[in-house]
């Protein structure tokens, strides 16, 4: 069964004889048979024999054998397994916990595919290995090195990658249907048409490479297929699919949400909070966005987030800081009717003019005393005026595409 590398290729095999030997024992063996589980017990032994020998010889180690020690010895690289070449393996729950695969081939010749479901691989290096169209279900793979790997039209379907090293990996049409991906890296892995239904990709390192990331599949296997190119948003856009109060919640931000931008100085925080509490009393879902405090966040890029999801936008132009950078970046892009409002004896910034010529859904700005005057105001002055924009903007999306013809002019 095992196409022994130290025999047909001595210098592609660069692990351990001994190693290899015990490995093979455990292949040898006949699965869903007592002997399989004999062989199984030993290898466990034999394994955390050398792994916890592996521990006891590292400089400075001396005294008595510790808890952390033990834990260590789980996860110590001392099975080396480098280069080797297994045929038709059928290796469920096997104890592979820091073995070194580097480079390690799992053929095929008379089974259709490797199995490993349900291998305990934490912190295993797999650097370079091809598993592809192997079966690696619940395989536990928690901070694994699987830098380059070819799992290929693999089943990872519940398995454990959190923490793993996926760099440069070849995981086309492989399925991560409820995968642990949290804070795995996935700079260049290639996951185009991977099944991704339920999987957790909080954290994980991403590049800019969309073309890396096509046709994911965020529906089950017995749903009609729906692709995204976007794993961290795949979650999201199923639960749209599939949820009607995350439908509602969206919807209704949508038509109650109001952006408020503005400073929180003391003499400004006043009136914001003025406009947030009338606007909540009107039943809408005001979104204060203070430039003062600090964001980890580009600023423009939650400012345009917010701005998408709301009805219309209110902007204090008041001796502003950021609001100019972030207006002009979010006002050309989104038909949102925007309220400019300014304390009287202030002036707008320079470039504010040119937004309120180009842009016919930017309203005259509404100069104002204080904050309870602008509260009195705020169905007529404010509300008012930006519903009856909103409503001219979309009469203006929905009308119809109007053509000339060169032949009405020929007789000019």
């Not at 054998?65 to 110590?76: E, F, N, Q």
């Not at 729906?226 to 961290?232: K, Q």
């Not at 202030?346 to 100069?367: G, H, R």
């Amino acid at each position: 069964m095992l196409d022994l590398p130290t025999l047909t290729d001595p210098h592609r095999f660069q692990g351990n004889p001994a190693d290899l030997e015990a490995f093979e024992a455990l292949l040898a063996s006949p699965i869903r048979h007592e002997q399989r589980e004999s062989a199984l017990a030993a290898w466990s032994e034999y394994k955390l024999r050398k792994q916890a020998l592996f521990v006891r010889q590292q400089p400075g180690k001396q005294g008595l054998w510790t808890k952390g020690d033990y834990i260590r010895s789980l996860t110590a690289p001392a099975i080396d397994l480098r280069g080797a070449t297994f045929i038709d393996v059928c290796l469920g729950y096997a104890d592979l916990r820091g073995a070194r695969l580097d480079g390690v081939t799992f053929a095929t010749q008379n089974r259709q595919w490797t199995s490993l479901k349900g291998a305990r691989l934490q912190s295993a290096s797999l650097r370079g290995a091809c598993i592809s169209g192997a079966r690696l279900m619940e395989a536990d793979l928690r901070g694994a090195d699987l830098t380059g790997i070819d799992l290929q039209d693999a089943d990872l379907s519940g398995a454990n990658l959190a923490g793993a090293r996926l760099q440069d990996a070849r995981l086309q049409g492989s399925n991560l249907s409820r995968a642990n991906l949290v804070g795995a890296d996935l700079r260049g892995a290639n996951l185009c048409g991977c099944r991704v239904y339920g999987v957790s990709a909080w954290d994980v390192q991403i590049d800019d490479n969309d073309a890396l990331r096509r046709d994911l599949i965020v529906t089950p296997g017995d749903q009609a297929e729906v692709a995204v190119d976007n794993i961290e948003v795949a979650q999201f856009v199923y639960l749209l699919l599939t949820n009607p109060k995350i439908r509602g919640v969206i919807d209704t931000v949508c038509k109650k949400g109001v952006l408020i931008l503005g400073r929180f100085t003391a003499e400004r925080k006043a009136v914001l909070d003025a406009l947030r509490d009338g606007l909540r009393q009107r039943g809408y879902v005001p979104m204060i966005f203070d430039f003062d405090k600090p964001e980890q966040r580009d600023l423009t890029e939650t400012v345009k987030t917010l701005a998408g999801l709301s009805r219309f936008i209110i902007a204090d132009i008041t001796n502003p800081r950021s609001s100019p950078l972030e207006l002009q970046a979010t006002v050309p892009d989104y038909m949102v009717p925007l309220v400019p409002i300014i304390a009287e004896r202030e002036e707008p910034f320079p470039m504010f003019k040119d937004l309120w010529i180009k842009y016919n859904w930017v309203l005259d700005p509404l100069e104002y005393p204080d904050g309870q005057t602008l509260l009195k105001v705020l169905d007529a002055a404010i509300i008012a005026p930006a519903l009856k924009k909103h409503a001219e903007l979309l009469a203006a999306k929905a009308q119809e595409l109007r053509t000339r013809k060169a032949s009405d002019y020929a007789g000019e």
